[in-house]
């Protein structure tokens, strides 16, 4: 089974920048569809970015003009680049991904593969 391998998290200050990878052969294809999910503890996991490869991205308003999601199709890499970062961007972040016909939507359930998730803690 495919395993998608997220990687880049880690702790940093309050304005600070970390980018994601996520590894995912096979689902870096046009009109494949990838996400970066996030879960903080006691909150529900929340769509961050989405990707519609080939067609457009979404963001959740929270991220928009602070985080950008790019892909290697090369490298069958996703990339998240999150850059002056606030402590309530202090979550697990994970990767996901569906093959087409597929929405490329913030919605969990839109997704299939799964990740095991990168710790990022934000401090003040």
């Known amino acids: 089974q495919v395993q998608l391998v997220e990687t880049g998290g880690g702790s940093v200050q309050a304005g600070g920048s970390l980018r994601l990878s996520c590894v995912a052969p ?12 996030r879960q903080a503890p006691g909150q529900e996991r929340q769509g961050v970015a989405s990707i519609k490869i080939g067609g457009s991205t979404r963001y959740t308003d929270s991220v928009k003009g602070r985080f950008t999601i790019s892909l290697v199709s090369a490298k069958n890499t996703l990339y998240l680049q999150m850059n002056s970062l606030k402590p309530e961007d ?9 093959r087409p016909p597929c929405t490329g939507g913030l919605e969990g359930y839109e997704y299939v593969q799964w990740g095991q998730g990168t ?3 934000v401090s003040s």
């Open 90 to 98: 202090t979550a697990v972040y994970y990767c996901a991904a569906d």
């Open 119 to 121: 710790q990022v803690t």
């Open 26 to 37: 096979g689902y870096t294809r046009y009109e494949y569809c990838m996400g970066w999910f």
